[in-house]
């Protein structure tokens, strides 16, 4: 059993692929030497970008923890965001499906979110979508901008879902606070009655 194992493992070894560092293709074993590569980028840029990598300024990840994710067009202004197209779109097409959507739930119905997920969810799918391919970055200050619009006009009257329970008047709640304490001295009294009547007792007899 040794025996095959090591067979399958030098079958695998030799038939595995050596990856070119340069331009990330798989050439089979033995086909390409290291130096035979020439790269598509000229040796000034290949050093100044590694150079960017060893020093790690090329990072571009944002957090959820970074509130600059609302300035990404601003830092990456090579994205080419098309602004009108956006506010154009988001209102003819996602924008437009909702809002058929919402009048065939009904108003009354509006501030039941079972009633109104699915269609809520269908648009902000589509404006993700709608970003991506005009190339602006999502969420971004006009896609916020329409959803204030939408919630202005469909969800205005949902600010309270259920009523808030009040609080007690303060004559109220000074009366149910004072009447078990009140209760505490008489019952205080009575057990002390209680024990003193039975300690008279057992020294009569």
């Known amino acids: 059993m040794f025996v095959?194992?090591?067979l399958v493992l030098t079958g695998v070894d030799e038939?595995?692929?050596k990856i070119d560092p340069i331009n990330s293709k798989c050439f089979p074993a033995g086909t390409v030497e290291p130096g035979n590569v020439t790269s598509s980028l000229s040796k000034d840029e290949r050093s100044r970008i590694e150079a960017e990598l060893e020093n790690n300024q090329t990072s571009t990840n944002i957090t959820?923890?970074?509130k600059t994710f609302q300035d990404q067009e601003v830092h990456f202004s090579f994205a080419h965001c098309n602004r009108e197209a956006l506010v154009e779109y988001s209102h003819t097409i996602c924008g437009k499906?909702?809002?058929a959507e919402m009048?065939?739930?009904g108003a009354e119905k509006w501030c039941v979110l079972q009633n109104v997920?699915?269609?809520y969810t269908f648009m902000t799918f589509c404006l993700e979508e709608l970003s991506n391919m005009v190339s602006c970055y999502y969420p971004n200050p006009d896609i916020q901008d329409f959803f204030l619009e939408m919630h202005a006009l469909y969800f205005h009257n949902c600010s309270q879902g259920e009523l808030l329970l009040q609080e007690a008047p303060d004559g109220l709640a000074i009366g149910l606070t004072l009447i078990p304490v009140s209760l505490i001295?008489?019952?205080v009294y009575l057990v002390v009655r209680k024990t003193n009547s039975s300690t008279t007792r057992l020294k009569l007899s």
């Open 4 to 6: 095959y194992f090591s």
């Open 15 to 17: 038939s595995q692929t």
């Open 117 to 119: 997920i699915r269609p």
């Open 97 to 99: 499906v909702f809002q």
């Open 103 to 105: 009048l065939s739930v």
């Open 64 to 66: 959820e923890d970074d």
């Open 185 to 187: 001295p008489a019952l």
